[in-house]
């Protein structure tokens, strides 16, 4: 099994829909939790962490950790052409200062 | 602040030839990351840096590939010889430290080996 098992998708939504992305962990010493996303032929980029479970909103975006569960997401609100990447969901652990990715989702957003 | 700087950004070779990339990390940054992504997957770390020293090198596959850290600063990743599943980009990464959760990327290097 994984550590970060993420379906890849692709998924296609109209703007100004809910996007919901997700993500399950095997690995329960994860301590941070985080989003990249990556536009085409660019590195990726932090969208947003959280530490342990709960949730923290950025503006149109909100990730939530269930560590009960141990599933990740990220919901955006108000989805925009400009959203359109590739999602990466990845759990970090102190010890081993490791990031682990999943496969990441390739969202499209279409006007 | 000026983010992670690779080069070449595209680089196509032959199997069997050999290659070498280039990452200038941001200033300051004491911790180093090479991961590999193949299309369609989600980076894999290569190995992690920390000043000079290597810190995690266990996913490298050391019978080809090779990389430094010149001073602490500028790192270089080397294969050889290159094989066609190789094929995929490279990326750079750097953070303060070790323990420091948050790591910048760079734009990467894609690699085809025909």
């Known amino acids: 099994q994984k550590e970060v098992e993420q379906d890849p998708g692709p998924l296609s939504v109209p703007e100004g829909a809910i996007v919901s992305l997700n993500c399950t962990y095997s690995?329960?010493?994860?301590?941070?939790f985080m989003w990249y996303r990556q536009y085409s032929r660019k590195g990726p980029e932090l969208l947003m962490y959280?530490?342990?479970?709960g949730n923290k909103e950025d503006g149109r975006f909100t990730a939530q950790v269930d560590k009960s569960s141990k599933y990740i997401s990220l919901f955006i609100r108000d989805s925009q052409p400009s959203d359109s990447a590739t999602y990466l969901c990845?759990?970090?652990?102190?010890?081993?200062?490791?990031?682990?990715f999943g496969k990441g989702t390739k969202l499209t957003v279409n006007p | 602040e000026a983010g992670v700087a690779q080069s070449p950004r595209y680089k196509i070779i032959e199997k069997r030839q050999s290659v070498a990339f280039w990452c200038n990390p941001i200033?300051?940054?004491?911790?180093l990351y090479w991961y590999q992504q193949i299309l369609g997957q989600g980076p894999k770390l290569l190995i992690q840096?920390?000043?000079?020293?290597?810190?995690?090198d266990s996913q490298l596959p050391k019978d080809r590939f090779s990389a430094e850290r010149l001073k602490g600063v500028d790192s270089t990743l080397k294969i050889q010889p290159a094989k066609l599943e190789d094929s995929a980009v490279y990326l750079c990464?750097?953070?303060?430290?070790?323990?420091?959760?948050?790591?910048?990327f760079g734009p990467g290097t894609r690699l085809l080996v025909l």
């Open positions: 990464a750097s953070s303060l430290w070790a323990s420091e959760e948050t790591q910048y």
């Open positions: 690995n329960s010493a994860f301590q941070y």
């Open positions: 959280t530490y342990s479970s």
């Open positions: 990845a759990g970090f652990q102190g010890g081993s200062e490791k990031l682990v």
């Open positions: 200033s300051g940054h004491a911790t």
């Open positions: 840096f920390q000043n000079n020293g290597v810190v995690d």
